[in-house]
Nanobody, 126 residues
Framework: QSQLVESGGGVVQPGGSLRLSCEAS????????IGWFRQAPGKEREGVSC????????YYADSVKGRFSISRDKARNTPYLKMDSLKPEPTAVYYC???????????????????WGPGTQVTVSS
């Protein structure tokens, strides 16, 4: 059974950093584009970043551009989302997702992703 599990969330002060990880079991994430999404209470799920299956293209939402960095360690089958200069925002749950098709491009539409983790909560507060 294919599963994703995020980790690395927590409480951090404004200006701080976190690195989210997404561990996979049951399939090789290196074949798939990966997306990171977040959802705050009462809000729609927002696409934050994605990376193509060949790691040659990435996307960042305007709200995180210049502060977040997506990467993956294919040897460890683990994508990451490094978040720097975190801003005080409502608590959100961050999700990693794997595209439904292998050898896929970086797209940030949630409907394109078939495999989702349960999420990890990020709170930025002083």
């Amino acid at each position: 059974q294919s599963q994703l599990v995020e980790s690395g969330g927590g409480v951090v002060q404004p200006g701080g950093s976190l690195r989210l990880s997404c561990e996979a079991s049951g399939f090789t994430l290196g074949y798939y584009s990966i997306g990171w999404f977040r959802q705050a209470p009462g809000k729609e799920r927002e696409g934050v970043s994605c990376i193509s299956s060949n790691d040659k293209s990435t996307y960042y939402a305007d709200s995180v551009k210049g502060r977040f960095s997506i990467s993956r360690d294919k040897a460890r089958n683990t994508p990451y989302l490094k978040m720097d200069s975190l801003k005080p925002e409502p608590t959100a749950v961050y999700y990693c997702a794997a595209h439904g098709l292998p050898w896929s491009m970086c797209v940030i539409r949630a409907s394109e992703y078939s495999f989702w983790g349960p999420g990890t909560q990020v709170t930025v507060s002083s």
